[in-house]
């Protein structure tokens, strides 16, 4: 199974390099120059930056005397809420007395140089800093030193925090240094002196390090662990585990899940209102469901139940609303009296979206249809959908041979993968599952017309393996058995978006390449720059979904067909389907067989399916960042060379494979490094999964399924056609609307995943959308600067085109009567649920 950190480690860490490798996440890491060296090594800053356009930083000025160098130095540190210098509680009264008394920070001037005479490092150069002003956001403390003239350049900033309290040091400004200004990014948290067990931090410059050896070793050996104990809120370390506190047997559940200090930014950037708001949709919105709704297996009696909760809504027991929180955050959700008796549970209603799935929907390639499981275990592996329903379905228009030929035949299939659980999820109560399969046929309009759903269930119990075919008709009993057949369908394919398409294509598969690049890419590192952006706040939301989304007994366990083993469906899903090489968007369209390569269609690509939304729009969004990713790469690694000495740079690619995906290491599928070409490759895939394909499979989930009819998430009874009896055939023919509520989830499955889709669905009022604003890093490089101004550009254009395409009535899945415009894609968007913006990140 793919590897995450969790809350206790009980192995080794496996270092893969040593210890001479760049330092990883502090401000401005330094690291050894190959003899070949890439053009961004050669890079320095030779002007101040405001610290507006470079968030975070240590700034440099001089001037000088005969003998030595005044020296001024100039902390910025952020105010946090409840926290650091707000003045609340006991440690805050003792952090003004520090503060009174001048002995605020602890700060040391490191040298580059080694001692020139004795080879050993030079004394470092101490001081205090003192508080000199404070504002709503940031509090300055100011320090003179004295800085001889054979002291050299500046390496590095040791830091001590004086407070009882941890500080978020944004930056340190040094004005009167003889070589020109220098920036180094700090935007980390710095724990008190009285409770740090890892002794000062330090904050590199971009300077060779031929003096910081020492540092740089243990600082590496702070972030990457030992790989044991308990990890505390206020570590730093990047490690790697299993996701296996699932079983009691195995670990022991901490209410919170682990997140390194610096990954977690609920209490500095306003932009987590994302994680704050799922956070109180989890812990305070669903357990008050649970005590309207007590009755759990309740289901709705009537389909215009179902209606009262987009009218009337459902009134909950008075909720917690110190502030005003809860009502600024979940504005949409919850309706708040004064009165205070009770609050309302109302929802939007959703678009209801009928759009072509992006998530298993592939080409028919091979004929008749046969299950790849063991039958002596599962039964017969020919499946009952023949040549002569398909061509009755198609109803005369060509043979099945023909419709294969002519790529007009897809399948949604999920038989195999789901078979081997029919039996263990049957033994939870309130749920069932069968194998299936769902074949559809492409029209001459482009859009697909489902031709018939086949379920399974394997011998079991004693019993003999049952399995039926559905097709779409105009007699009411089998009208009411399609009706049911789909339910069962979309309860499969929607644990499958949940699970796969969304929980582990994005948000697990992504975790390991972070760690990784913190474990191994210094800051200042040009990748970890590149990257940074589309990592933010990703191990937070991951340990949010731990915590109450994915864990035992939580909401998908609870309210998604594969029941208790949600997870171990993800996992047997990783090890049957995930590749590295597939998540590329032009190759997962080719691997499934909706696309050919053709090099002189637009994008090197010609679609089986024309009107194709994901792929159309998603095409030109992977070309715009494609050639962003192209143009940033080629300007630090004009040649290929430089790729392969880069240690760092192999390092972190060796480890996401080795260690991060451990459980695929000695797959050949992975793409090499060894080229400017490789490195732009994995690159490019690494940010479409975090932007483009998470937007695509997120942030449409309320419209797409708030209507939970539409997307059902689990199918709690079996087809009254698997072994009835007299009695409940003859209710399911009187009562066949019954029968289908039935099926549907629980009044409390359906509110509290309704709930949860909405808070998904949400951008935040600071959402960071890909393209929109340039990393203030990049400000000063003209080179860069001009290449993410095009790409920006390009997303603009991107913006012009799907509304144009969405207007066009020749487009049957984007534009037409009751057609919801496709919209995932557009890149920017407005706060709220809108069912379009693409962010940087995977941070809901």
């Known amino acids: 199974?793919?590897?995450?950190?969790?809350?206790?480690?009980?192995?080794?860490?496996?270092?893969?390099?040593?210890?001479?490798?760049?330092?990883?996440?502090?401000?401005?890491?330094?690291?050894?120059?190959?003899?070949?060296?890439?053009?961004?090594?050669?890079?320095?800053?030779?002007?101040?930056?405001?610290?507006?356009?470079?968030?975070?930083?240590?700034?440099?000025?001089?001037?000088?005397?005969?003998?030595?160098?005044?020296?001024?130095?100039?902390v910025a540190v952020k105010v946090i809420a409840g926290g650091l210098l707000s003045g609340l509680g006991v440690t805050g009264g003792l952090d003004k007395i520090t503060d009174l008394f001048g002995k605020s920070l602890l700060l040391e001037l490191v040298s580059a140089e080694l001692d020139p005479k004795t080879g050993l490092e030079k004394e470092n150069i101490k001081g205090y800093a003192s508080k000199v002003s404070q504002d709503d956001d940031e509090v300055k403390y100011e320090c003179d030193f004295d800085v001889g003239e054979d002291f050299g350049e500046i390496g590095a900033v040791l830091v001590e925090n004086e407070h009882h309290s941890e500080m978020h040091l944004k930056t340190i400004a040094l004005e009167g240094l003889l070589n020109g200004n220098l920036i180094i990014n700090c935007n980390s948290w710095v724990s008190p002196k009285s409770k740090a067990n890892v002794g000062k931090r330090v904050f590199f410059t971009d300077k060779t390090p031929n003096g910081l050896r020492r540092l740089r070793e243990k600082e590496l050996a702070i972030l990457r662990g030992n790989g044991q104990g308990e990890r505390k809120s206020s570590d730093r370390i990047f490690d790697y585990d299993v996701y296996n506190d699932l079983d009691p047997m195995s670990e022991t559940r901490s209410s919170d899940v682990y997140v390194p200090r610096d990954?977690?930014?609920?209490?500095?950037?306003?932009?987590?209102?994302?994680?704050?708001?799922?956070?109180?949709?989890?812990?305070?919105?669903?357990?008050?469901?649970?005590?309207?709704?007590?009755?759990?297996?309740?289901?709705?009696?009537?389909?215009?139940?179902?209606?009262?909760?987009?009218?009337?809504?459902?009134?909950?027991?008075?909720l917690s609303n110190k502030n005003g929180f809860l009502r600024n955050l979940l504005p949409r959700l919850v309706k708040f009296f004064n009165d205070a008796r009770e609050d309302?549970?109302?929802?939007?209603?959703?678009?209801?979206?009928?759009?072509?799935?992006?998530?298993?929907?592939?080409?028919?390639?091979?004929?008749?249809?046969?299950?790849?499981?063991?039958?002596?275990?599962?039964?017969?592996?020919?499946?009952?959908?023949?040549?002569?329903?398909?061509?009755?379905?198609?109803?005369?228009?060509?043979?099945?041979?023909?419709?294969?030929?002519?790529?007009?035949?897809?399948?949604?299939?999920?038989?195999?993968?789901?078979?081997?659980?029919?039996?263990?999820?049957?033994?939870?109560?309130?749920?069932?599952?069968?194998?299936?399969?769902?074949?559809?046929?492409?029209?001459?309009?482009?859009?697909?017309?489902?031709?018939?759903?086949?379920?399974?269930?394997?011998?079991?119990?004693?019993?003999?393996?049952?399995?039926?075919?559905?097709?779409?008709?105009?007699?009411?009993?089998?009208?009411w058995l399609w009706r049911l057949a789909k339910a069962h369908v979309l309860a499969h394919d929607s644990g499958y978006h949940q699970l796969v398409s969304h929980w582990l294509r994005t948000h697990c598969a992504t975790e390991p390449y972070i760690i990784a690049a913190n474990r191994q890419l210094s800051v200042i590192h040009p990748i970890f720059r590149l990257m940074h952006p589309h990592f933010r706040y990703t191990m937070e939301i991951n340990a949010l979904a731990r915590e109450a989304l994915i864990n035992a007994n939580g909401i998908i366990e609870a309210s998604f067909s594969p029941a208790k083993y949600s997870v171990e469906l993800s996992s047997a899903a990783y090890d049957l389907q995930w590749r590295f090489d597939h998540q590329a968007l032009p190759?997962?369209?080719?691997?499934?067989?909706?696309?050919?390569?053709?090099?002189?269609?637009?994008?090197?690509?010609?679609?089986?399916?024309?009107?194709?939304?994901?792929?159309?729009?998603?095409?030109?969004?992977?070309?715009?960042?494609?050639?962003?990713?192209?143009?940033?790469?080629?300007?630090?690694y004009p040649d290929s060379a430089l790729v392969e000495s880069d240690k760092e740079l192999q390092a972190w690619w060796t480890e996401i494979r080795t260690v991060g995906h451990a459980d695929k290491k000695d797959e050949p599928w992975w793409?090499?490094?060894?080229?400017?070409?490789?490195?732009?490759?994995?690159?490019?895939?690494?940010?479409?999964?975090?932007?483009?394909?998470?937007?695509?499979?997120?942030?449409?989930?309320?419209?797409?399924?708030?209507y939970f009819p539409n997307r059902p998430t689990i199918a709690r009874t079996n087809m009254p056609t698997e072994e009835p009896n007299d009695e409940e055939m003859k209710f399911f023919l009187a009562k066949p609307e019954v029968v289908l509520l039935k099926c549907f989830p629980s009044q409390i499955q359906a509110t509290k995943v309704m709930a949860v889709l909405d808070i998904l669905s949400t951008h935040s009022p600071e959402e960071e959308y890909i393209g929109a604003a340039i990393e203030g890093v990049w400000a000063d490089n003209p080179v860069i600067k001009a290449a993410f101004e095009r790409f920006s550009g390009k997303l603009k254009e991107l913006e012009g085109v799907i509304d144009a395409r969405n207007a066009n009535r020749n487009l049957n899945n984007r534009s037409g009567a009751g057609v919801v415009p496709y919209e995932l894609l557009k890149p920017f968007s407005v706060p709220g649920v809108t069912s379009m913006g693409v962010p940087n990140s995977i941070s809901i």
């Open 344 to 479: 309302l549970l109302r929802f939007e209603t959703p678009a209801i979206i009928e759009r072509m799935r992006n998530s298993l929907d592939r080409l028919l390639l091979e004929w008749p249809l046969k299950s790849k499981l063991d039958p002596k275990v599962y039964g017969n592996p020919d499946s009952l959908i023949t040549e002569e329903i398909v061509e009755s379905e198609i109803k005369g228009f060509m043979t099945l041979q023909e419709a294969l030929k002519r790529k007009k035949i897809f399948i949604l299939d999920y038989h195999d993968l789901l078979l081997p659980y029919v039996k263990k999820v049957r033994e939870v109560k309130g749920t069932t599952l069968y194998g299936s399969r769902t074949l559809f046929f492409l029209t001459d309009e482009g859009t697909l017309r489902p031709l018939a759903i086949e379920l399974t269930r394997p011998p079991m119990d004693g019993k003999p393996q049952w399995r039926d075919v559905f097709t779409p008709t105009w007699n009411a009993t089998g009208c």
């Open 1 to 74: 199974m793919m590897k995450s950190h969790v809350q206790l480690s009980s192995h080794t860490t496996l270092t893969l390099i040593p210890f001479h490798k760049p330092f990883v996440y502090s401000s401005g890491a330094t690291f050894p120059l190959p003899s070949l060296k890439p053009a961004w090594r050669q890079i320095r800053i030779n002007k101040l930056i405001k610290s507006k356009s470079f968030p975070g930083s240590i700034k440099a000025i001089a001037t000088s005397d005969e003998k030595s160098t005044k020296v001024k130095a100039v």
């Open 587 to 636: 190759a997962d369209l080719i691997n499934r067989g909706i696309a050919v390569e053709d090099p002189t269609a637009p994008h090197g690509l010609k679609l089986t399916i024309e009107d194709y939304p994901y792929a159309n729009d998603g095409l030109i969004l992977w070309d715009a960042i494609k050639q962003w990713v192209t143009d940033y790469v080629q300007h630090y």
């Open 263 to 318: 990954e977690a930014f609920s209490t500095v950037k306003s932009v987590t209102f994302s994680v704050s708001a799922v956070s109180s949709v989890l812990h305070a919105l669903l357990p008050s469901l649970e005590t309207a709704i007590i009755d759990t297996d309740l289901g709705f009696p009537y389909f215009t139940a179902i209606d009262s909760l987009f009218n009337e809504g459902v009134n909950l027991p008075p």
């Open 671 to 706: 793409p090499k490094l060894k080229t400017v070409e490789d490195l732009v490759g994995i690159l490019t895939t690494m940010i479409w999964v975090t932007s483009g394909h998470h937007s695509a499979v997120n942030f449409g989930q309320y419209d797409f399924a708030g």
